[in-house]
């Protein structure tokens, strides 16, 4: 590509306005100019941004001091950012500067994020700059401008949340998990990131999302329906679900979906704090789907889950819990 062309396209492609074909054609320009587009792709959206926006606040303190000529970008050992930086310098021209400012400080303040972060053991809610209300899940992080003052609303997940996005048809919602990109205008949905399994899924409650890995589209989905993307083998499974069930963690209820009889303890142990091992180690690979009610005490809980497995369990003079049995073949 030509200096003009690049300016142009990188200039779009920072604010989000480049076709699937066009920040293909950035990517590969930018590899060819000593990247790897690999590494390139293996930043999240966030450290991505956070690079744009240390250049941008060098373009403000150079347009502050009156500088016309191009503007010395931050240095970086690695050089990835060489070949980004030669990109960026091209558009670095003071009267550009002037005129796209404004466009281009909306962008690099998405790098400026809140991060809300709940602990383990707890669930908490949040309400974000547009109204939209999110319930964080334990151990989990979202991260969220304290404006949407951009084209889009943009917030980064690690971890588990259920969102209830306020609808708004000229801005839409966007949740960067890990590789996946889920688009909404204004619906309810729970997205998981389970890092232990490599997998990020996407739950619909109400209304319609999108998700997506880079360019390529991996589904629409609607109430009821939900995307598991596998990252190790780069899988997307499409099912029907009942969305109530992958939502229970919501109101304090306990969800067992196909999970097996030793990360059931494991949530148990968190949930109730108390110490749970196996008499028998074959019953550790058992696999049930259930839900437990909010409020529900540990010995109904375990009085089905036991049933499920064919299973029994003994309170000991401790207090802690041994469960025994056959197993599972």
Not at 154 to 164: H, I, M, P, R, T
Request: aromatic fraction near 10%; proline fraction near 3%.
């Amino acid at each position: 590509m030509s200096g003009n062309n690049t300016a142009v396209l990188l200039d779009r492609y920072l604010k989000g306005e480049t076709s699937p074909a066009e920040n293909e054609l950035i990517e590969r320009w930018i590899e060819e100019n000593g990247t790897q587009g690999s590494e390139w792709d293996a930043l999240t959206q966030s450290d991505k941004d956070q690079w744009l926006s240390a250049v941008f606040k060098d373009i403000k303190v150079s347009i502050n001091e009156g500088d016309t000529k191009v503007i010395p970008l931050p240095a970086r050992k690695h050089f990835l950012w060489k070949g980004i930086a030669a990109a960026a310098a091209v558009l670095i021209v003071s009267f550009t500067l002037y005129l796209e400012w404004p466009a281009l400080q909306s962008h690099a303040h998405r790098a400026e994020l809140i991060a809300f972060s709940v602990p383990l053991n707890q669930k908490k809610q949040l309400t974000l700059p547009d109204g939209s209300r999110v319930w964080v899940n334990a151990g989990s992080t979202l991260r969220y401008p304290k404006a949407f003052s951009g084209k889009t609303r943009a917030v980064y997940l690690s971890g588990e949340a259920f969102f209830d996005v306020r609808h708004n048809a000229d801005k839409p919602f966007i949740i960067y998990t890990g590789k996946l990109v889920t688009t909404v205008l204004g619906t309810a949905f729970d997205i998981k990131e389970d890092k232990d399994k490599h997998t990020v899924a996407v739950t619909v409650t109400r209304g319609k999302v999108s998700v997506a890995k880079g360019a390529k589209l991996l589904g629409v989905l609607t109430p009821n329906q939900q995307i598991s993307f596998n990252i190790l083998k780069n899988e997307t499974i499409k099912r029907v679900v009942d969305a109530s069930l992958f939502v229970a963690w919501q109101q304090g209820e306990l969800h067992f979906d196909d999970i097996s009889f030793e990360d059931a303890v494991i949530q148990l142990q968190t949930q109730f704090k108390v110490k749970i091992s196996f008499a028998n180690q074959n019953l550790k690979s058992c696999r049930f789907t259930g839900t437990a009610l909010k409020g529900a005490k540990l010995d109904k809980i375990l009085n089905v889950i036991c049933a499920f497995n064919q299973a029994t369990y003994q309170t000991k003079a401790d207090g802690s819990i041994l469960i025994d049995g056959p197993g599972c073949n």
